[in-house]
């Protein structure tokens, strides 16, 4: 299943459930391009936390024309409860640097069990 969010640093709510894999298609609403850039996907429990305490980093982010794919596994939220935590897609280009989407992503615990 894929979830598409608009960009231009427009606060976007995510809700996912925990231990599932998920897709995110994240377009820039404005259709400029995004190829070249240098991005990272992070969620974090608290806004205020250090990056190095965050659930959840992606780098490894497939990026064609005005379009970004982030594919969360199931291993990526297996060990975490259901909460509220905070994510944010950030260009990190050096003299470029700026936020692309933010907003709440809060993990829901599911009936099935494995």
Do not use: C
Not at 30 to 48: R, W, Y
Not at 101 to 110: A, H, N
């Amino acid at each position: 299943m894929a979830t598409t969010v608009a960009l231009n640093a427009v606060e976007t709510n995510i809700r996912q459930f925990i231990g599932v894999d998920h897709e995110y298609v994240f377009t820039e609403a404005d259709g400029n391009l995004l190829t070249g850039f240098t991005l990272s996907f992070m969620v974090k429990a608290d806004k205020e936390d250090d990056d190095a305490a965050a659930i959840i980093t992606i780098t490894s982010i497939t990026i064609a024309g005005a379009v970004a794919t982030i594919q969360i596994a199931d291993t990526d939220t297996a060990d975490f409860d259901p909460d509220t935590y905070y994510w944010e897609l950030k260009r990190m280009d050096p003299g470029a640097e700026t936020i692309l989407g933010f907003g709440e992503f809060v993990l829901i615990r599911g009936v099935h069990r494995e």
